[in-house]
């Protein structure tokens, strides 16, 4: 008798736990590509694991956030283009008259639903810190301005309004 009140307990508490998962929207991150004739160094795959990552964590109990488009019917799918990437070259007169290239990148990114309505369009540009030029780029890296990007991103699906109340 006890063993049976305790599978029934826990099958209770199962269900409850996969009824409220179920109720958290899910977002799937694709892997954001380069404009045609943009020049992309950097690693786009690594840049949606840290995506993921960024958004798991910042949007924890909200929604389910995934990398993986199999089996998620309903979701949200957030995704991106690189529409433009140059190099600027700025002298620094604080140091001593010292020039540094700084690199310039648009980012278009946005969130659509299940049937393809948009929940936001945004458009973004993300100076980032001295880089010896293209050649010198972090390759095998998600690119000096993807922390930047990774937190607008947070922020902007954090803030969209596709969450039920609690």
């Not at 305790?6 to 694709?30: E, F, H, M, W």
């Not at 950097?42 to 949606?48: A, R, S, V, W």
């Not at 389910?64 to 690189?82: F, K, R």
């Not at 600027?88 to 690199?103: F, I, K, P, R, W």
Request: charged share 20%; glycine share 10%; with cysteine.
């Amino acid at each position: 008798m006890h063993r049976g009140f305790l599978i029934a307990t826990a099958l209770c508490v199962l269900s409850l736990g996969l009824a409220a998962q179920s109720a958290r929207p899910t977002i799937v991150v694709a892997q954001f590509t380069a404009k045609s004739g943009v020049d992309w160094p950097y690693d786009f795959q690594i840049l949606q694991k840290e995506t993921v990552a960024k958004l798991q964590l910042k949007l924890k109990d909200k929604a389910v956030v995934t990398a993986d488009a199999s089996g998620a019917s309903g979701a949200y799918t957030l995704d991106g283009e690189i529409t433009r990437m140059y190099q600027s070259n700025n002298l620094d007169v604080h140091a001593g008259g010292t020039s540094s290239n700084n690199e310039t990148i648009n980012v278009h990114y946005w969130l659509v639903d299940s049937t393809g309505k948009k929940v936001f369009d945004k458009t973004a540009t993300y100076i980032t810190g001295a880089t010896g030029s293209f050649s010198n780029a972090q390759f095998g890296t998600a690119g000096p301005m993807a922390k930047d990007l990774e937190s607008d991103l947070a922020s902007r699906v954090g803030g969209a309004k596709i969450y039920s109340e609690r």
